[in-house]
Structures are given as structure tokens and as C-alpha cells.
């Protein structure tokens, strides 16, 4: 008797439970903590390049010597492209050496920031938006016409390492949504580029993969024709006029 | 902060308030009546004038540099003066009102991150975070108002959101921030129904345990290990619900110090890896004692179970310990359990010890003692051993007829004649006002953590400068090594040093001599030449004394104070009756073949090997003695757990061999015995009271000693294994195999 309610009771928690949808957190950055590998472990040797030695000077430049700390971040970011894209350990250990701060003050903030990959990436690593005006035209369409197109998973590499899709927050870029980032380390830190591609379809998004792996630099920007940068499609419709000076002041005096 | 004061508050505003009495139920108030400042100054602002006066939470005491810097605020209508810079906590805590927190710790930097303390401030739009905000002059603050209250209960909510409940398989449980302050400021219940967090442990050795997904990401641990420990290891990673608290690559935090984020972690993240799932903490009895693992004497707490040392936790003491205390002190207690001496034994003619009564042993020793020459006995008082005992020590051995009593670690030679000679004469809390510190052949992070602790609180607070001489070593602090051997003391005594006219130019400086150099031929002319820096540098004054000696062992102080001084340097060599009473530092070696050693302890350590008697005695644990610290403080232990086995104090098996051996002596009960010691040391009766030393240097003959020039040698060789007990401790192994730096 006590047995069969038992297992009764058992069976509507486990309904309970059944209905409750699987949340998975998807985190758009990987683990907070290092795994040692091959290419990734702080025995292995990393410097700057002798050109970006004289740029790791003038970033250093910029702030007062005693407050060193300071050029974290764009250090970490000049690390970033010359590596290829993204940061291992070592490269953290040597920004650390730098600025002469413990090693952890590195990793909290390269933690921080999604924008710092603390695994491989692409060579074109392709940000997705997923903020809600985004998401409201479309973004997870994209994502996932790129994800089928590439044959990957998020934030995996392609086998040929060129592509890599990862998700980010909003770009504020949203009057001209969906819109994906294009963080191209194909050519080191001197070609660098980091270009936004916007007003995409599933279709246009998958284009201008294509073209990338052609080599080409597909036109950045709204890739709506009939729309100028974030201005409205076919020309304005408001505010035709010149703006009118603020009523209080007059400019011309000053 | 415990549950009954939060109680008693609460029944106090019940009683009291009996217009406010809906605020202890939870009630739903309308925001409107909140946010309008109107109606709150629209209320009558007098406070009741019979309110009780309130007592500061946990005695806070205030302290007004100079006076006319106090301002006066007001907590919830009651108006206190704080001194200027103070914050909105702070004075509540004057005015008795305790604010609960989790990321505010005293003695670390603001971080102001968890808003649990928020309360509210009369004219501000919002509730303020009292931990960071300074209070200013006339400032009302209200710490009971439905807002607060509210405040509390929202952000109470959002740090349950992520964290497990897992209080009945949880250590801290029965003393976790967390469980008390949700009981008493916390809603009861929560809206949350998504999946929690949950994030990987990290491994941070031996001695502290992670349960990471129960975080509250307070920062407490990280400021503690930047800040307090020195050791930069440990970070907040990640951001938003991904933060946690990690070391990113695979380190184990190799800190003297890191037991002591298992009391600061508010919530049971990091708990005692010995102590885990071993006891709950209502079931043990504390019992305040202090510790013996250095000459610090950290102020402890004996948390037993039964028979049974559970565990070790600091005792707050401002002078000393602050708050804090070293690994060795926290986690050796497992030593206590190990390899003791239960019986009195004698070494039969097979080699093997056998288990005998207390009435034979004794019997045995005594007619041994009266078959040798009076100048053949030697006593040697071990580096643990309470002052009480070493007087009995000394008091039998020279009605015996010798005068050759020793203690371990004071050297051949100690002078015992000028208090100020070996004590440390700054006390531990006045080295936070040096200015400049040369540190003689002494490494303080592996013999005093705590005095370290204070330098180096010293110099990131003042940016004091530290000269180190003596081996390569590693201080967690900015330190200048200026050599290694006393040749660089004499260059700086000539003045042909740099860093002596660093030393010329302090205010207060301070020079701290390792007793190390206890040990070495030529002590009374280093003595010498550090006594003529301290006299170029003027480090000692009447209202400063900056002439410091670092002891090594609990022991040291309380057997000069009492003269345990040997006749002659040749006392071991030539003797034919040793008593070695716990000690077990003595170099065995020396010792002839043909003396008579009997071993009084409590631990089979290394002497045990070379003793024809072994009288077991209790450890300190389970005794009542006195020790003299460093800064010369004396401070008493309690027993806290029952001896095992046939044991007896040290100064009872003494003054029963005394009887035995037919030269009784005159005491047979505690305060008969440290009347004795009081005709002899007075300041060993005043207890936890520091006796400075009334005359300096000054009086001391001229040493006509040559300097060697052999280099100064570490005085510890393995921080976490120094003793008897840390020697029989397991824990204490691991630690010296994973943590030592080699
Ligand atoms: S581990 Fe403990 S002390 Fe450290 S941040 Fe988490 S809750 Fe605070
Ligand atoms: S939401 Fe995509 S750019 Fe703002
Ligand atoms: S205690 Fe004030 S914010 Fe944490």
C-alpha cells in the first residue's frame, strides 16, 4: 500500500519534473579555468613579435609608469591578434611580466571580457548577436544557417581552421538588426580587422562566408541595398528639413 | 555574528516599538509611503526617551585621533559620535545596531559587492550600501525601516538564487553568515525556479576544502590571499552568473596563512579539509587556549569532542594574533593523536621498553640520579615545555646539586641577565609603527608567520622599508637582502652600508635578530655590533624601543625569565644523568654512551630512541601552564581535553621524582608552584599582560668576542614541522610534502 503511493508520488514529481523545460545555459565563453594541452599550457614559450614589441612600448606609454596595471586590456588584445585570434595561457603570463602584476590579475580580467578567446578561434571568427532586437529579426536563423553551413557546433573551429562561429551581446547595432561581426585575424595584428555585416538574411550570411574563403573582403555594413548605413531604406522619410537651433541660445553668438 | 544577538534585537524593537510591530511580520508596504521623504519627516523624530542605552556590537570601541574630527550621526534616532571617515557601518555598530554583511571584513579593503548591508539613509533616493559609504555629519540613518528591511530581503533572495542549500551536508552549517543572516534578515521563501549554478571545485591543497557552487562571490577570500597572505593566487574568473572564485591554472595556495579564508569565507566554500565531515560544530566544547607552535603564542580556541582535539580556531587578540592564525597552529592538532606516550617505561637489558608503574619508574630514575656526581646531571627543558614545569625542573635539579639546566634553542651560552635581550621590546603590535626594518639573520614568515603578518601589514600600509640579512629567503613583502653573513652588520654599523643611512633617516626603526643566532659561537659580538646599529640609528629611546629579538619555540622566554641557564657549555658532553623533559631537539649525538637519559613527553619523537626511562607527560592541550610569548606577554593554556593514558603534567611528575628522590620540594599544588615562579619571575603571574623590560642594552658588558664570518643559517628548516606534536602530524607531512617550497 505505502509501496504503490510511494512510487505514485514518484511518478508525478517525475511528471513534474518532465514538463519543467531543460534549460541549457549557454555561456558565449568557454570555461573559466585552464585545462593544460599541447597548444596551450604555460610551459610553452610566447613573446611579442619584434613589431609588436615598439606597440607594446607606445601602449605602455599612454599610461604613468607606476600605474603599469593599466594597459591590460590592449595588451591583452594586441596578444590576442598576433596569436591568431585567441589567448593561451602563456601569452596571459607574459602580459603579466609586463605590467608586473600577479599572473591571476591577468586571467580575471582576460576571464571577464568575452571578447578575449581563451580557446582557439577561426581565422574568421564570426560573432553572432543574439540580443533581443536581433533575435526579433531573425538572429538565431542566422546562426543556425551558419552552424549547417560551416558543419560546426558554437564556438567550434572549422577542420580547416578558418571559421569559427561564437555568440555575442549586443553590438549596438541594432537599427540595423540581425547583424553579425566578422573578427578576421587571417593576417596577423597588422591586418586585423573586425567588421560588422548587417541587415542579413540566412542566405546573405552564408554569401559573405563564401567570400571570405575566397579571400575576398565583402563590403562592410548594412548589406541592404537600398538602405546608407543605418538610414532608412529608400532615403528619409523624416526630419527632411534642416534642423531647427535650439530655441534658447543663439550659436552664432558664441 | 551569532544568532542570539540577532534574536535579542529583534525582541527588543518587538518590545519597544509596539507601533512597529507589523515590521517583524513580513509585511507588503506600499512603495509610495516609502519613497516619499515627505511622509518620513512628516513622522515625529524624537526618539522615545525611554529607550535603554545600546551597547557597540562586539565591544567596537572608538578611538578619536583628534577630536575635533568627530561628527555626530544619527541610527535610527539615536545619536552617536564617530570619529570622521568612518562609515554608515561602522556607526551603526557603534550605536549597537549590527548590520549584516558578507563582503565587509574589518581588516579588508571595501569591496562592496554582495549589498547585504544596505540600509537607509534619511534624503537619499535610494538604500545605500552602508559598507562603503562614509558617514557624514548629521546623516540619519535607519537600519529597521520597512525599506531596509525589504532591501535585505531582495538581495537575500538573489544570493540564494545561485547557492545549493545543501546546510545539512554543509561544515559550515551551525556557523555559516549565510544560514544566520537569511534566518534573520532573509525572506522565507523565494521566487526562483530555474535551474541553479553549479561550478567545479578547485583544489587549493591540503588543508583547505572548495565546494565552489555554494560562492557567494563576497571577494573576502581573494582580499585575504592579496592583501593579508600575500600570496597572489587566487581571483574572481568569469563574470555575471559564469563568476567564480579560482585560481585559473592548477595551483595550490602555498600561504603560511590560508587556513584563515576557511574563517573568513562567509558561506562554506572553503572549509577545513582535516575537519571535514569529522564533527558539527554545536557538538564540540571551546575551550581558549593558546597556541605553542611558535614563540608567537597565537591566541586559540580548542573546539574538542570528548577526549578527542577536533579542531583549532583563532581567538581575536589585537596585540598578538589580531585575528588570524597560522597553518601550523590551525591544522597540527591531528599531532596530538599520534605516537603518544601512555605508560612509564624503562628500557629493559634486551633494548625494548617495557610498560611499567609509575612507583617503579620513578623509583628507577631516583636511585639513579643519587648513583652519579651532582656536576654530572643535566636537565634540558624541551622547546614546548610550560613555565611551571621548568621551574619544578630547575628547582629539583639544583637541590640536586646541579646547576645545569637548560632550554632548547637558547644556545649554550643565553644570556638570561637583561630581559630586554630576549624579547621582542617593539611587542608585536608596535611594529606597526616602524618605519624601517632590518630583519638579523631571521626568516619571520617560517618562524613567527604572525609577527610577518605584521610587518608586512606594516609595510603595505606605511610602505615601511625592510633590509633582510641572512640566506636568500622568501618574504612576501618588498624587501632589500643586503647580504648574508655579520660582515654586512659591521658595514652597517661602520656606516659604509647604503642601506645604513635608510636606517639613519627612520623615525622608528626597528631591528628584529632571529634567535638563531642563539646557536652561534660568536652571538655576544653580533649582539654587539647590532647593539652599535641600533645605537647609530638611535632605535632606542624612551619612547621607542626598536631593539627586538625573535624567538623560536613557546618556551624560550619563560625558561630566560626564570634563569634555566647551563653552567657550564659542556654540560651534555660530560654528563652522566640527562633529563630531557620533551625535549627533542637536542643533538642526540653528544650525548655519551654510557649516561643515564630519562625522556619525559608526551610524544615518541627523537629522543625516545636514546631514553632508558620514558615518564609520559600531557601536552599542552591538556594541562594548565604558563608561556611567555615573544614580546614577553605570559598567557595561560586550559586544559581542553583529558591526557591519554597514564600521563601526568610535567610539573607534578617532577615534584613526584623530587619526593621520591628524597629532595622535596616545597609545592604540590598550581598556585603553590607559580607563587615559587613568582619569587623568581613576577611578571610569569600576570598573566596576558605584556612586562616590557625596564633597562636596555646599555648594562651589558663589553663582548670581547670576534665576528666569524660564516653566513647567518635558516633557524627553521621545514615551517611545518618544528615540534614534537607537528612531527607526529599527518597533516603537517602532507603540507611539508606539497607545500614547502624546496
Ligand atoms: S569562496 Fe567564500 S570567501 Fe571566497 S568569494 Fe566565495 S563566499 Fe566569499
Ligand atoms: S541587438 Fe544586435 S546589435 Fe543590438
Ligand atoms: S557588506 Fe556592504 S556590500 Fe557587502
Known amino acids: 500500500m505505502l509501496a504503490r503511493l510511494a512510487s505514485q508520488r514518484l511518478r508525478e514529481i517525475r511528471q513534474v519534473i518532465r514538463q519543467i523545460p531543460q534549460t541549457t545555459r549557454s555561456l558565449s565563453t568557454a570555461l573559466n579555468y585552464h585545462l593544460d594541452s599541447p597548444d596551450n599550457n604555460p610551459n610553452n614559450p610566447w613573446e611579442f613579435t619584434e613589431a609588436n614589441k615598439t606597440k607594446v612600448k607606445e601602449i605602455l606609454s599612454h599610461y604613468p609608469s607606476n600605474y603599469k596595471q593599466s594597459a591590460v586590456i590592449p595588451l591583452l588584445d594586441l596578444a590576442q591578434q598576433q596569436h591568431g585570434g585567441w589567448l593561451p595561457v602563456s601569452a596571459m603570463n607574459e602580459v603579466a611580466k609586463i605590467i608586473e602584476v600577479a599572473p591571476i590579475r591577468v586571467y580575471e580580467v582576460a576571464t571577464f571580457y568575452s571578447m578575449f578567446n581563451r580557446t582557439k578561434v577561426g581565422k574568421y571568427h564570426l560573432l553572432v548577436c543574439g540580443t533581443t532586437p536581433c533575435m526579433i529579426r531573425g538572429s538565431r536563423e542566422i546562426e543556425e544557417a551558419l552552424l549547417k553551413h560551416l558543419g560546426v557546433k558554437r564556438n567550434e573551429v572549422t577542420k580547416d581552421g578558418l571559421f569559427s562561429v561564437g555568440e555575442m551581446e549586443c553590438m549596438g547595432c541594432c537599427v540595423n538588426a540581425p547583424m553579425i561581426t566578422v573578427a578576421d585575424y587571417s593576417n596577423g595584428s597588422e591586418g586585423y580587422t573586425y567588421n560588422y555585416y548587417e541587415d542579413l538574411t540566412p542566405e546573405k550570411a552564408v554569401e559573405i562566408v563564401e567570400a571570405f574563403r575566397r579571400g575576398e573582403k565583402p563590403p562592410r555594413g548594412t548589406q541592404n541595398p537600398k538602405r546608407i548605413n543605418s538610414g532608412p531604406e529608400g532615403g528619409n522619410t523624416t526630419l527632411l528639413g534642416e534642423p531647427k537651433p535650439p530655441p534658447c541660445r543663439d550659436l552664432d553668438a558664441c | ?742
Request: charged fraction near 25%; proline fraction near 6%; hydrophobic fraction near 40%.
Open chain 2, 1 to 742: 555574528m551569532g544568532l542570539g544577538s540577532i534574536a535579542s534585537r529583534a525582541l527588543r524593537s518587538n518590545t519597544l516599538r509596539p507601533g512597529h510591530t507589523n515590521l517583524l511580520r513580513r509585511s507588503i508596504v506600499t512603495t509610495t509611503e516609502l519613497r516619499n521623504a515627505e511622509a518620513a519627516q512628516a513622522q515625529p523624530e524624537t526618539p522615545p526617551p525611554d529607550l535603554p542605552p545600546r551597547t557597540p556590537v562586539a565591544g567596537a570601541r572608538v578611538h578619536f585621533p583628534n577630536p575635533e574630527d568627530a561628527i555626530e550621526v544619527f541610527v535610527d534616532g539615536y545619536p552617536v559620535k564617530i570619529p570622521k571617515g568612518m562609515t554608515v557601518l561602522q556607526a551603526c555598530e557603534i550605536a549597537g545596531v549590527d548590520i549584516p554583511r558578507f563582503c565587509y571584513h574589518s581588516r579588508l579593503s571595501i569591496a562592496g559587492n554582495c549589498r547585504m548591508c544596505l540600509v537607509e539613509v534619511e534624503k537619499s533616493p535610494k538604500p545605500v550600501a552602508s559598507c562603503a559609504m562614509p558617514a557624514l555629519p548629521g546623516m540619519k540613518i535607519k537600519t529597521d525601516t520597512p525599506l531596509a528591511k525589504k532591501a535585505r530581503e531582495g538581495v537575500m533572495e538573489f544570493l540564494l538564487m545561485n547557492h545549493p542549500l545543501d546546510c545539512p551536508i554543509c561544515d559550515q552549517g551551525g556557523e555559516c553568515d549565510l544560514q544566520d543572516q537569511s534566518m534573520a534578515f532573509g525572506s522565507d521563501r523565494g521566487r526562483f525556479t530555474e535551474t541553479k549554478r553549479s561550478v567545479v571545485d578547485k583544489n587549493l591543497g591540503p588543508l583547505v576544502k572548495t565546494v565552489m557552487t555554494r560562492c557567494i562571490q563576497c571577494t573576502r577570500c581573494v582580499r585575504f590571499a592579496t592583501e593579508i597572505a600575500g600570496v597572489q593566487d587566487l581571483g574572481m574568473l568569469g563574470r555575471g552568473s559564469g563568476e567564480e572564485i579560482g585560481t585559473y591554472v592548477e595551483k595550490l595556495m602555498t600561504s603560511e596563512l590560508s587556513g584563515n579564508v576557511i574563517d573568513i569565507c562567509p558561506v562554506g566554500a572553503l572549509t577545513s579539509k582535516p575537519f571535514a565531515f569529522k564533527a558539527r560544530n554545536w557538538e564540540l566544547k571551546g575551550t581558549e587556549s593558546i597556541d605553542v607552535t611558535d614563540a608567537v603564542g597565537s591566541n586559540i580556541r580548542i573546539d574538542s569532542r570528548g577526549p578527542e582535539v577536533m579542531r583549532v580556531v583563532p581567538r581575536l587578540n589585537e596585540d598578538i594574533n589580531e585575528e588570524w592564525i597560522s597553518d601550523k597552529t590551525r591544522f597540527f592538532y591531528d599531532g596530538l593523536k599520534r605516537q603518544r606516550l601512555n605508560d612509564p617505561m624503562i628500557r629493559g637489558p634486551d633494548g625494548r621498553f617495557k610498560a611499567v608503574s609509575w612507583r617503579d619508574a620513578l623509583a628507577v630514575v631516583a636511585e639513579v640520579i643519587h648513583q652519579v656526581k651532582a656536576d654530572e646531571i643535566v636537565g634540558v627543558a624541551g622547546k614546548l615545555s610550560d613555565a611551571e614545569s621548568m621551574m619544578a625542573l630547575k628547582d629539583f635539579l639544583n637541590k640536586m646539586g646541579s646547576n645545569n639546566v637548560l632550554c632548547e634553542g637558547n644556545g649554550p651560552n643565553p644570556n638570561a641577565d637583561l630581559r630586554s635581550g630576549y624579547i621582542m621590546n617593539t611587542s608585536i603590535s608596535g611594529l606597526e609603527n616602524a618605519d624601517v626594518f632590518l630583519l638579523v639573520g631571521t626568516q619571520p614568515r617560517v618562524e613567527a608567520a604572525m609577527v610577518n603578518a605584521r610587518i608586512r601589514k606594516t609595510v603595505r600600509a606605511t610602505q615601511a622599508k625592510v633590509g633582510y640579512v641572512g640566506p636568500a629567503t622568501d618574504l612576501n613583502y618588498d624587501h632589500e637582502h643586503l647580504g648574508t653573513g655579520p660582515q654586512t652588520l659591521s658595514e652597517i654599523a661602520k656606516g659604509s652600508h647604503p642601506f645604513s643611512s635608510t636606517l639613519m633617516n627612520a623615525k622608528n626603526p626597528c631591528i628584529i635578530v632571529g634567535a638563531g643566532i642563539f646557536e652561534r659561537d660568536d652571538k655576544d659580538a653580533i649582539f654587539s655590533v647590532v647593539e652599535a646599529i641600533a645605537e647609530r640609528a638611535k632605535a632606542v629611546r624612551p619612547d621607542w624601543n626598536g631593539m627586538n629579538v625573535l624567538l623560536l619555540n613557546a618556551a624560550q622566554a619563560a625558561a630566560l625569565d626564570l634563569g634555566l641557564v647551563p653552567e657550564s657549555d659542556k654540560g651534555i658532553e660530560s654528563s652522566k644523568f640527562i633529563y630531557l623533559m620533551g625535549a627533542d631537539d637536542v643533538n642526540l649525538e653528544k650525548i655519551p654512551e654510557d649516561a643515564f637519559v630519562v625522556y619525559q613527553g608526551h610524544h615518541g619523537d627523537r629522543s625516545v630512541y636514546r631514553a632508558n626511562v620514558i615518564l609520559p607527560a600531557s601536552a599542552f592541550s591538556e594541562k594548565e601552564g604558563t608561556y611567555v610569548n615573544t614580546e614577553g606577554c605570559a598567557q595561560t593554556t586550559v586544559p581542553a581535553v583529558p591526557t591519554v593514558g597514564d600521563a601526568r603534567d610535567d610539573w607534578k611528575i617532577v615534584r613526584a621524582l623530587s619526593e621520591v628522590a628524597g629532595v622535596i620540594l616545597p609545592y604540590d599544588s598550581l598556585s603553590a608552584i607559580r607563587s615559587r615562579m613568582k619569587t623568581v619571575a613576577p611578571n610569569l603571574v600576570n598573566v596576558d599582560e605584556r612586562e616590557p623590560a625596564t633597562f636596555s642594552y646599555s648594562l651589558k658588558p663589553e663582548s670581547q668576542q670576534k665576528i666569524s664570518t660564516t653566513p647567518f643559517k635558516a633557524a627553521v628548516e621545514n615551517f611545518y614541522m618544528t615540534d614534537p606534536i607537528t612531527r607526529a602530524s599527518k597533516v603537517m607531512a602532507q603540507c611539508s610534502a606539497l607545500l614547502s617550497k624546496k
